[in-house]
T-cell receptor
Framework: AQSVTQLDSHVSVSEGTPVLLRCNYS??????LFWYVQHPNKGLQLLLK??????LVKGINGFEAEFKKSETSFHLTKPSAHMSDAAEYFC??????????FGTGTRLLVSP | DSGVTQTPKHLITATGQRVTLRCSPR?????VYWYQQSLDQGLQFLIQ???????AKGNILERFSAQQFPDLHSELNLSSLELGDSALYFC????????????????FGQGTRLTVV
């Protein structure tokens, strides 16, 4: 079965420093992977997606993620954090049978 | 704004009651998904419809049911409500249902926060 594991429940950074949110996946075939962000009291917004094209995927708001098959990872990065990036981030895998499977989420805290 | 509309935004009801949550997908999207987000279970897939037909079922309780209408809007019906049903319920839509191993991204509404008292 397809699944994702988000390695950190909380990540704290200072504004202007790099962001790294880690995600490992488990899949019996080449997966489709996504990152979503949820701001407080808001819905889920798609940040980026990987569907077996380029391994480095660029998303919105300066985020990008790299698919590494050898490490079964799909980590989300951003060179410089902004206060508005504070939110919950979900790594998601397409599990077939027409459904997305969400990780447990990583809460990103950004301090001034 | 994702283009997916959910109503109502908030709902407070008593145990044993029945409620209906409504979702209008993005224009042109034929597929609708329902998810439940709770503190202990995280985001759980409930059910998916494509062009009016049920396509996939997840961890949906028998007390819950859904349908997609000819105009493609969807409703999630929750009955005999229990305290543990309190959660944020999301609707999402996509153009296609996804095929085989090739996934498709879904666009989420703002959710309906259900509180059962």
């Amino acid at each position: 079965a397809q699944s994702v594991t988000q390695l950190d429940s909380h990540v704290s950074v200072s504004e202007g420093t790099p962001v790294l949110l880690r995600c490992n996946y488990s899949s019996s075939y080449s997966p489709s992977l996504f990152w979503y962000v949820q701001h407080p009291n808001k819905g889920l917004q798609l940040l980026l997606k990987y569907t077996s094209a380029a391994t480095l995927v660029k998303g919105i708001n300066g985020f990008e993620a790299e698919f590494k098959k050898s490490e079964t990872s799909f980590h989300l990065t951003k060179p410089s954090a902004h206060m508005s990036d504070a939110a919950e981030y979900f790594c998601v895998v397409w599990a077939g049978f027409q459904k997305l499977v969400f990780g447990t989420g990583t809460r990103l805290l950004v301090s001034p | 704004d994702s283009g997916v509309t959910q109503t109502p935004k908030h709902l407070i009801t008593a145990t044993g009651q029945r409620v209906t949550l409504r979702c209008s997908p993005r224009s042109g999207d034929l597929s609708v998904y329902w998810y439940q987000q709770s503190l202990d279970q995280g985001l759980q897939f409930l059910i998916q419809y494509y062009n009016g037909e049920e396509r996939a079922k997840g961890n949906i309780l028998e007390r819950f049911s859904a349908q997609q209408f000819p105009d493609l809007h969807s409703e999630l019906n929750l009955s005999s409500l229990e305290l543990g049903d309190s959660a944020l319920y999301f609707c999402a839509s996509s153009q296609s249902p996804g095929t085989g191993n090739q996934g498709t991204e879904a666009f989420f509404g703002q959710g309906t926060r259900l509180t059962v008292v």
